[in-house]
């Protein structure tokens, strides 16, 4: 039996992890990867104390930090169920169950997809969702980038340094994202934005060779050897059955980071909290660990 069972390794699982270990709880960690989404970030500017520093780089030094505590870390596992029972919470994965008193659920999100079709044919054939994983493969070819937020924007700068040319398929009217970001992007002399656009295919041999988009009410055929998805995320919540989420599967918390289920607290990404980004996520979830040991300091069990 664990006092505290973390579901995720990304920033807020990393620090609820830390923050855990400092008050000597009894805690598991249950995770995929290590790292989440920080770890597909290129260029990090908005981290408090770092100026500048890559987002694999980041993630390590995460990972440092959390080795430093003598925590329990289960590495590739999914989890696919919760259940509370009275005062003892289940978590069930593909490969095992583990049992807490409290549990975090801070399992960030995932990439969207474009649900047309050649996507699922070509995933990894030259379609990825990943420019900071997948990027250099790519050198010297043609690529489109799908999506016109900040997302889109990270990996189109990437690209520019890499690909001969590079293609923004956006649905709106204009880019999204940061300002700093979006002029930086339009600048680079290799880049084309279609604007008001849509990806109606993918198509190809045994690798991509081109897309099919729609644009203002015409189709049309784009060469190219590589598609970035970029077109946001939804989280990780589908094994997150008796929690109440949003419209949009986010899971719901309070200031505390307390769900409607006493005992489980969420963090990061995954919950309804207002801006996805690496600093918040990292506070929310300390402030989730905080509040886990206050609900085990003050309930018998």
């Known amino acids: 039996m664990n006092d505290l ?5 990304g920033p807020a699982g990393i620090t609820s992890a830390v923050y855990a270990a400092r008050k000597k709880l009894d805690t598991l960690v249950v995770t995929r990867d290590i790292g989440g989404q920080a770890a597909w970030s290129a260029d990090i500017e908005n981290y408090t104390g770092y100026q500048f520093i890559s987002g694999p780089e980041l993630a390590r030094k995460f990972e440092e930090h ?8 289960k590495e590739g596992e999914s989890v696919s169920q919760i259940i509370k029972e009275g005062h003892e919470i289940t978590v069930i994965t593909e490969k095992a169950s583990y049992r807490s008193r409290s549990l975090i659920v801070a399992s960030g999100k995932r990439s969207r997809e474009l649900g047309v079709p050649g996507e699922k044919e070509f995933k990894n054939k030259g379609l990825t969702y990943c420019a900071t994983c997948d990027g250099p493969l790519f050198q010297g070819k043609d690529v489109a980038v799908i999506g016109g937020g900040n997302s889109s924007l990270d990996a189109a700068l990437q690209l520019i340094k890499i690909a001969r040319s590079v293609f923004i398929v956006n649905m709106t009217d204009s880019l999204g994202g940061d300002v700093v970001m979006r002029d930086k992007v339009l600048s680079g002399g290799n880049v084309t934005v279609f604007s008001n656009s849509e990806v109606e295919a993918i198509s190809g041999e045994k690798f991509v060779s081109a897309i099919k988009i729609k644009r203002q009410g015409k189709y049309e055929d784009l060469a190219v050897q590589g598609v970035f998805v970029e077109i946001g995320l939804v989280p990780n919540s589908d094994f997150a059955v008796p929690l109440e989420k949003n ?7 309070n200031n505390r980071n307390e769900t409607n289920i006493p005992a489980i607290f969420a963090a990061g990404d995954v919950t309804d909290v207002p801006e996805k980004q690496i600093i918040i996520a990292a506070g929310e979830g300390a402030k989730a660990s905080l509040s886990a040991f206050r609900y085990l300091a003050r309930n018998k069990f």
């Open 247 to 253: 419209e949009i599967g986010e899971i719901k918390v």
């Open 66 to 73: 959390l080795r430093t505590y003598d925590l329990k870390l």
């Open 5 to 9: 069972i973390i579901i995720g390794a």
